[in-house]
């Protein structure tokens, strides 16, 4: 399968807090994205969990959570970021979801890809992704691009997760999508 070509679009805390009130209109027009109604619906749980990480930390706003678009037709398929900036261990956590109607058509291998060369140009030197074991299709990016297991936590909200982890690097060395 050929990926397609997926470009991270920041929103900032300003879309976010326009999406965190369900104001969809007013956040495409500030960030000149058509964003999906899924982003005050099925995802609206994510804008105060980010604003709460900006507000902490303002670096922050410039890794987290930003619109995923595919390149070719500007659609807005996802949202994927770091969770912040890379801890005192150089490690940085991504995370992505694309929305159910663009899934299995290569945008989470592009987009989890695209993360680990940002991760590069950010200086971390681990590069983390926390897995459901039931999410055998985030499972099976992680894996194709080379994540190793190296154990597992408990989150508050998602239960079990498994713990991959690998060094970021540019794309001229990923290994090829599965």
């Given at each position: 399968?050929?990926?397609?070509?997926?470009?991270?679009?920041?929103?900032?805390?300003?879309?976010?807090?326009?999406l965190q009130r369900g104001d969809l209109a007013e956040a495409s027009l500030r960030s000149?994205?058509?964003?999906?109604?899924?982003?005050?619906t099925s995802e609206s749980w994510l804008w105060?969990?980010?604003?709460?990480?900006?507000?902490?930390?303002?670096?922050?706003?410039?890794v987290v959570v930003r619109a995923i678009v595919d390149a070719e037709t500007h659609v807005v398929v996802g949202h994927a970021g770091f969770h912040a900036p890379p801890d005192s261990r150089g490690m940085i956590e991504v995370g992505y979801t694309v929305l159910e109607e663009h899934r299995r058509r290569g945008y989470a291998t592009a987009t989890v890809s695209l993360l680990l060369s940002e991760a590069a140009t950010l200086g971390a030197s681990v590069v983390r992704a926390?897995?459901?074991?039931?999410?055998?299709?985030s499972l099976a990016v992680v894996r194709g691009l080379g994540f190793v297991q190296v154990g597992e936590q408990i989150d508050d909200e998602d239960g079990v997760e498994l713990i991959y982890e690998r060094g970021p690097a540019p794309p001229?060395?990923?290994?090829p999508s599965p």
């Open positions: 399968m050929t990926l397609p070509t997926v470009g991270l679009i920041f929103l900032g805390d300003e879309v976010f807090e326009l000149q994205l058509d964003l999906p109604r899924a982003f005050v105060p969990v980010f604003r709460a990480k900006i507000a902490a930390d303002p670096e922050a706003e410039a926390s897995v459901s074991p039931d999410n055998a299709a001229s060395v990923l290994p």
